[in-house]
């Protein structure tokens, strides 16, 4: 989702009214183009993720199935500690499996977020405020706008994850708890980056499903990268935030799910050293280093020369600058950067 930084100027003139004890300007249509953010200062982002695991054991007449939910939130913080962007989107996406420990593998295919499905996830016949999922996710974006974490975190949650906040309910009946743990979460691991003048994000799934054999358990595993740049009027990438959320659930040969191997874990960028990359990688580095060292290298490139990255048929990259600190395969995050971009 892209998100252009007028908002930040009409903050900062409230910001400034109050320090003057003068009162909130009636806000009007004006065909006056808004100022662009300032560059001086910092801002700060982040981006997490958290997931849950769904299952249900084959039976005779039924196929079994993993679904791993994975919400992701992107989050970039003013010098105030106000939320100047925030994007909010699940990744949904299961595996089925037969009594048999065999996958479908007509039904195992990683299917577009439910923002991204839009009208198509079919939620609106059943809203009692007549919204499609994707309308009160944004309302609920909306709604974070301009607020401190310290704000949002005390919205009011029921027990069943909903809100109770009326002025929130009146556009967001959906559960709003993993929303919420998402974006505290990325508060928690916020970076200091340029103040830019809009913010893309995007993320693509990728499920498979291998078979049980025997006592060889069989899995459903999805692997969801998410992505969060801003870029300056000229669309040159400021800053870009990257991590992709590795989660399954195996089941034997029967269908039967085992839990204690189908739970939630942490992101490969969360793991850090723990991933175990480095004593496989050619030139000592760990996953999440050589993320580090694609983001860099994506600074200060269009969109154009992110997309004209060579890569070999591994999907490894060839350009020599980027080769010294990233040989893990980067086509799959290339085309992440462009879906982000052409938003």
């Known amino acids: ?15 400034g ?34 997931t849950s695991l769904k299952t249900n054991d084959a039976q005779a007449d039924k196929e079994g199935s993993i679904e791993i939910n994975t919400t992701i939130a992107s989050l970039v913080l003013d010098d105030m500690g106000k939320v100047v962007y925030v994007s909010l989107d699940t990744a949904q996406n299961s595996g089925a499996f037969s009594n048999e420990g065999l996958g479908d593998a007509e039904k195992n295919a990683a299917r577009p977020t439910k923002k991204e499905q839009g009208e198509g996830y079919g939620m609106i016949k059943a809203s009692s405020i007549g919204k499609e999922w994707h309308q009160q996710a944004e309302a609920l974006e909306a709604w974070m706008t301009g607020k401190t974490m310290e704000e949002i975190m005390n919205l009011p949650v029921g027990e069943d994850g909903k809100t109770t906040e009326a002025d929130v309910m009146t556009s967001c009946t959906i559960g709003v708890s993993d929303f919420l743990a998402a974006v505290e979460k990325a508060s928690q691991s916020l970076q200091p980056v ?20 025997g006592d060889a358990l069989g899995s459903v595993q999805v692997n969801t990268s998410y992505i969060l740049m801003g870029t300056d009027e000229q669309g040159t990438v400021l800053f870009t935030l990257l991590d992709t959320a590795q989660n399954q659930g195996q089941f034997s040969a029967e269908g039967k799910v085992d839990m204690e191997k189908s ?8 793991l850090k ?48 600058d980027l080769m010294t600190s990233c040989t893990i395969g980067v086509d799959g995050f290339k085309a992440l950067a462009a879906k982000a971009l052409a938003d």
């Open 1 to 15: 989702m892209k998100k252009l930084f007028a908002i930040a100027a009409s903050l900062a003139l409230l910001a």
């Open 17 to 50: 009214c109050a320090a003057q004890n003068k009162p909130e300007p009636t806000m009007t249509p004006t065909t006056e183009p808004s100022a662009a953010p300032e560059t001086t200062g910092t801002w700060q982002a982040g981006i997490a993720s958290v």
């Open 194 to 213: 340029a103040n830019a003048a809009a913010m893309h994000s995007a993320s693509e799934s990728e499920l498979t499903v291998k078979d049980a054999a």
């Open 263 to 270: 739970q939630s874990s942490l992101t490969k960028g969360e």
């Open 273 to 320: 050293d723990g991933y175990g990359m480095v004593k496989a990688s050619s030139i000592g580095k760990e996953w999440y280093q050589q993320i580090e060292g694609l983001t860099h290298w994506m600074e200060g490139k269009s969109a154009a020369e992110i997309g004209a990255l060579p890569v070999d048929e591994a999907g490894k990259t060839t350009d020599p």
